[in-house]
């Protein structure tokens, strides 16, 4: 098995779903659906099928596989995969039926073709999944801007309000970023000995000016991706205008494309100025947990609060991720795993009570919970994944960030530890407005606001429950798998954790 | 500063800490934290179909858990070595930091997993009757049963990790349960705000773990107390103030108390259990087990017996100004709670008396607490003392056990209190320096005004004249099972001080590293004298609140001074907290909601605009037209062959 070419086959079999779906008869759209349903189930198979296979001590890249593309460039598709690209193959798996499952009816309001919506949502995987598989930069390129344009569509078709205005500022944002890193990808080449490949291109040396300015380059476009603050007023918009299924994925895969990338590329390739730029990357990190999260106790949007939520999420990988230490790096690694469960089911089911209110607005709710108990019950768990309670995914990540950044960089650790304060602050006082308090008269007249969920929307929730819980007691099965990527990655840029301050605690006490 | 410090830094460092691994009937401990989890989830799960049932399930898991903590109790006192720790998997491990998902079963676990499944059976069964009318009643045992889990794990976790899981989880369940009826406004306010205090310490206490870690490598508790002599003081010190911090928010110690009284908007099994006997003495527990940290620095201790003097005093001051039964309840919690962070700061023998203060408290506190609800089920859920009286007729069993709880809480001789408060007053005067007086001046005070409120609130609800509204006609006693949970919680607050005083210090020695090595200090007053002063004391608060309100008080509020108004008004803290943190929070929120739109983003849709010639070409742009897309992404790739072609023909090169 473990000779199967996953990744190419991973890349292109949701293609080729969508390919199906949309030659399907657009008055048959239930079987779209179901089609797109059944495709995504296998290609989640066949991503269980790898991550079996996967060794956790063996290779640092594994399921190679390399073929040409234009040979006189030095352009190969060549897919490889690490630790943190397999948690991330995985998170996409999963993600992705479930959102299939949770739009089930969201195309409908749209006067937009059904199996279209859907195909591009598998259209939306195969980028997503060809961006973490790729072992090539120049392909690392092409899916990096391509997987813009499945995303773009579902905004701006599909959305709701101030739909186009989001999906162009979307659009166009991500743009200039992959400007940026399409110049020091250039750059990269010229320097590198006219290579694209990643293990070649990480053995050549760079002058200092050069490494600074191609960092540069490909940090500026992960930092618009993620986004960190001050690149961050995009997403708001176009978390607040997609349908709750892509603002789901938009969130909870595609930002991680630009924290992937800082970890794949920035550090390994240009470990030098990464070291040169950690402290301002820190300080963007940190400032995006407490500006993000003041941002997000004073909306009245629920999804731009969601949104701005991830925002202050991304700010403790980021943290996670320059602070250099094999714990912080983890906890970077498997925040982005638990952030993708945790804020996709918070998108989700505020997605589900959205639909049922036709409005997002907070204050057009008031004592839901009397008329949507178990709705009103999973948004509540869904906060406290996403202020990471212990028990739940996402403590143990942002736990590890923490204790792992404090060993080398005590301020920042300290200042966003008082993110957790916030996190609390937002997520109880949207569940205080929305679910608890005297019931807003309003919505017992509307019709939806009077059913709970249904089965499938059951069904969708319940496995992301599961697994948020799961990981929240056990996850070390994650965290052996992230670990020593983490720990190359580590290697790559020469730097080691901290001893204690206090030496030969064990010695004295075993 | 400086002489104290290098004085701490002399300290001896308490013996090496070993635990033994658990085994045969001990090696089932996890089964404690286990069921009623489990209970908890089967209650949320099953839904409406366990409506008819859930209460008891809910019952019988606390139970089980009880007669299990029992034959554990007994199991332990058989050992060689009292403290068995039991690893059930690993947790986190990630380079250096390993994490233990593990429990430590000692002396000190063993007495707070008895109380809090054996207090916690008889409230659950006082429940049952109390929450018989409420259609919540399910989801409100699925709560208490996953509050009984998160503070067995609590108390039973073997690392600072674990306690911190259960910290937070109690804190859930407190919140649920707090806000259990989320319709009323004021319950969800009270819920969140008591959330978000305990997070400003939760806060404290992760920064805490973080220093262990950085300095030790280690959360383990025999590791870290093992290797807490090698750090420096200050070290020592930031990081027991940032437990403290984390051990005021959950105890409702100043400066972090004001959300304890505004959670008696919760049922009041809730309040008797959560918020009087057990989860609010976490924080005494989180000073006792870590007492080989604060044993450590003297400077520390200071802080603890002064966090614990002064919160001592502000809760009696504030209950005698305060006219709801629960609220009075809440305070006089507060300033008990205060009594045990004196005890515990004064380390040495006093660590056990606050334990033993803290178990007797307990019971009393879960008594009366059990007896206001007993009063307000038979006065149509009122609260207001000043239109109660002359209960005692007909609430004769409420009556007679609320009043052994009242004396009980005054250190009243025989009643528990006597036993487990007098002991720590005597230690605090035995500091052996000008501070004696100052916190045992402090302690006997307390007791002298603890004497007084509580002789209010006892004589205006029981006794005097009847100040009914007008729609109660006939109050009646509770059903037996109220009752039942009542007589027995009374009888415990007769019997238990004097068992209790007798027999936990010396099974607390057992606790690896619990008490530490003790300096002799000669006390200023001699015991005798000190009880002798704080009895009389005690009788006269009781006499001065008995001539005061022996003819009842007035229906509605009176006019009054300046310290009566500044404590019913608890003592400006909440308006404090309103100027300092809410409104300038809320204002910066606002501030920044606008800069974000109009500053930030602003300046990117100006750029925007600017690069595109103007807004009115960006508002074009915005049309939404594939094509214009089709042509930008086409215009991106010519970029990027032109890009190529001119690498390929050398002129970059």
């Known amino acids: ?510 | 500063m400086e002489h104290i410090l290098t004085y701490a830094q002399a300290a001896e460092p308490a013996g090496t800490v070993a635990y033994a691994p658990a085994d045969g009937l001990l090696g089932n401990v996890w089964l404690l934290v286990a069921i009623p989890l489990l209970s908890a989830a089967i209650l949320l799960l099953l839904g409406k179909r366990a409506d008819r049932w859930g209460h008891w399930l809910g019952v019988a898991a606390v139970g089980a858990a009880f007669v299990l903590g029992l034959s554990f109790f007994f199991q332990l006192r058989g050992l060689e070595n009292r403290s068995v720790e039991l690893s059930l998997w690993d947790f986190i491990a990630v380079g250096d930091f390993r994490v233990d998902f593990g429990l430590l079963y000692d002396p000190l676990a063993a007495v707070f997993v008895l109380l809090i499944t054996g207090v916690g059976f008889l409230i659950h069964l006082y429940a049952v009757e109390y929450m018989a009318h409420d259609e919540g009643r399910r989801r409100f045992f699925a709560y208490f049963n996953l509050f009984v889990a998160a503070m067995l794990l609590l108390v039973l976790g073997n690392n600072y990790v674990m306690l911190y899981f259960g910290w937070e989880g109690v804190g859930l369940a407190s919140y649920l349960l707090i806000s259990f009826w989320t319709e009323r406004p004021a319950a969800a306010t009270a819920g969140k705000k008591a959330f978000l205090m305990n997070r400003v310490g939760d806060a404290g206490l992760a920064i805490a773990i973080f220093i262990m870690f950085a300095t030790l490598g280690t959360t383990q508790y025999d590791e870290v107390f093992n290797s807490v002599g090698g750090l420096t003081a200050t070290t020592v010190l930031v990081m027991g103030l940032l437990l403290l911090l984390g051990a005021a928010g959950k105890s409702g110690q100043f400066p972090l108390q004001a959300w304890l009284p505004d959670a008696m908007e919760g049922p009041t099994p809730v309040s008797a259990l959560i918020h009087a006997a057990t989860m609010v003495t976490a924080g005494v527990y989180l000073i006792a087990r870590s007492n080989p940290i604060f044993s450590a620095n003297s400077t520390l201790q200071l802080v603890v017996v002064s966090v614990g003097a002064l919160t001592l005093l502000i809760g009696c001051v504030i209950g005698a100004a305060k006219d709801d039964i629960k609220r009075v309840l809440a305070w006089s919690t507060v300033s008990q709670i205060g009594y045990m962070f004196l005890g515990v700061g004064l380390g040495g023998a006093a660590y056990a008396l606050a334990i033993v203060h803290l178990l007797a408290h307990g019971f009393f506190k879960a008594n009366m607490f059990l007896g206001a609800g007993s009063v307000m089920h038979g006065m149509k859920d009122q609260v207001d003392i000043r239109r109660f009286g002359g209960l005692s007729k007909y609430m004769k069993i409420t009556w007679l056990t609320f009043m052994a709880g009242w004396l009980a809480i005054i250190g009243m001789f025989p009643f528990s209190g006597f036993f487990s408060k007098e002991p720590i007053i005597a230690a605090a005067f035995a500091r052996g320096d000008w501070t004696s007086w100052l916190f045992g001046g402090a302690a006997v005070l307390g007791a002298g005004l603890t004497a007084f409120y509580m002789t209010r609130l006892y004589w205006l609800t029981f006794h005097g004249p009847k100040r009914w509204t007008e729609d109660i006609d006939h109050p009646h006693e509770s059903p037996l099972l109220m009752t039942v949970p009542l007589i027995l919680l009374g009888i415990g607050s007769l019997g238990a001080g004097f068992l209790l005083a007798t027999s936990v210090p010396d099974w607390l020695t057992a606790t690896a590293g619990l008490g530490g090595a003790e300096e002799h200090h000669d006390a200023v007053l001699s015991h005798t004298a000190v009880t002798v002063i704080s009895l009389l004391v005690t009788a006269l608060g009781v006499l001065l609140a008995w001539y005061l309100f022996r003819n009842g008080t007035a229906t509605s509020p009176q006019p009054a001074g300046v310290v009566v108004t500044a404590a019913r008004k608890n003592l400006y803290t909440d308006a404090f907290n309103v100027a300092v943190f809410e409104k300038p929070g809320i204002f910066l929120t606002r501030a920044l909601v606008y800069l974000d739109n109009r500053g930030i983003d602003g300046l990117v849709n100006g750029l925007a605009a600017g690069i595109g010639g103007g807004s009115g070409r960006l508002r074009r742009l915005q049309t939404g037209f594939v094509r214009s897309y089709a042509t930008s992404i086409l215009t991106g790739a010519l970029l990027v062959v032109a890009a190529f072609l001119a690498v390929q023909a050398g002129w970059l090169a």
């Open chain 1, 1 to 510: 098995m473990s000779n199967f070419p996953f990744l190419s086959v991973l890349t292109v079999a949701p293609l080729v779903g969508a390919l199906v779906v949309v030659l399907l008869p657009r008055s048959r759209p239930v079987l779209a659906k179901q089609v797109a349903l059944g495709w995504s189930l296998l290609v989640l198979a066949l991503s269980v099928a790898m991550w079996v296979t996967f060794q956790v001590d063996g290779d640092r890249f594994q399921f190679r596989e390399s073929y040409p593309w234009i040979p006189n460039w030095g352009v190969n598709f060549t897919f490889a995969a690490d630790g943190i690209a397999l948690v991330m193959l995985m998170l996409i798996a999963i993600l992705v039926p479930l959102v299939i499952l949770a739009s089930w009816h969201d195309a409908e309001t749209s006067k937009r073709s059904v199996p279209v919506y859907f195909a591009l949502l598998l259209v939306l995987e195969t980028t997503m999944i060809g961006v973490f598989a790729a072992a090539d930069i120049f392909l690392f390129y092409v899916f990096f801007e391509v997987m813009l344009v499945p995303m773009y569509f579902l905004i701006g078709s599909y959305g709701g309000h101030q739909r186009q205005y989001a999906a162009v500022k979307f659009f166009l944002y991500s743009l200039v970023g992959g400007l940026f890193m399409l110049a020091a990808v250039i750059g990269l080449w010229v320097v590198g000995g006219k290579t694209f490949d990643w293990v070649a291109l990480s053995q050549v040396d760079i002058t200092t000016g050069t490494e600074r300015w191609l960092f540069l380059g490909f940090f500026v476009a992960f930092a618009i991706k993620a986004p960190f603050f001050p690149f961050h007023t995009w997403l708001p918009d176009a978390g607040g205008a997609a349908p709750a299924g892509a603002a789901a994925l938009l969130v909870g895969v595609l930002d991680k494309v630009g924290t992937f990338g800082i970890l794949r590329y920035c550090l390994p390739l240009f470990p030098e100025a990464a070291k040169w730029f950690a402290p301002y990357a820190l300080a963007l990190g940190v400032i995006g947990i407490i500006y993000a999260a003041l941002l997000a106790v004073g909306q009245n949007d629920l999804k731009r609060l969601v949104s701005y939520t991830s925002i202050a999420h991304f700010g403790f990988i980021g943290v996670g991720i320059f602070a250099f230490t094999t714990q912080a790096g983890t906890g970077a690694v498997l925040y982005m795993l638990n952030h993708g469960l945790a804020t996709g089911l918070l998108f989700l089911v505020v997605g589900m009570l959205v639909a049922r209110r036709g409005s997002a607005l907070i204050s057009d709710f008031g004592g839901a919970g009397k008329l949507v108990p178990v709705l009103a019950g999973v948004l509540f768990f869904a906060g406290l994944a996403s202020l990471a309670l212990p028990g739940t995914a996402p403590f143990v990540s942002e736990f590890l960030v923490l204790i792992g950044t404090f060993t080398v960089n005590k301020p920042v650790a300290v200042i966003a530890t008082l993110g957790i304060i916030l996190a609390a602050a937002y997520v109880l006082w949207m569940v205080q407005r929305t679910t608890q308090g005297t019931l807003n008269p309003a919505l017992t007249e509307i019709e939806g606001m009077r059913k709970d969920l249904n089965l499938r929307e059951k069904v969708v929730v319940a496995p992301l429950i599961v697994l948020i819980l799961v990981l929240g007691f056990y996850p070390k099965p994650v965290t052996d798998v992230i670990n020593p990527a983490v720990q190359a990655t580590m290697t790559d840029i020469g730097r080691t954790d901290p001893a204690p301050t206090v030496g030969g605690v064990q010695e004295a006490s075993r």
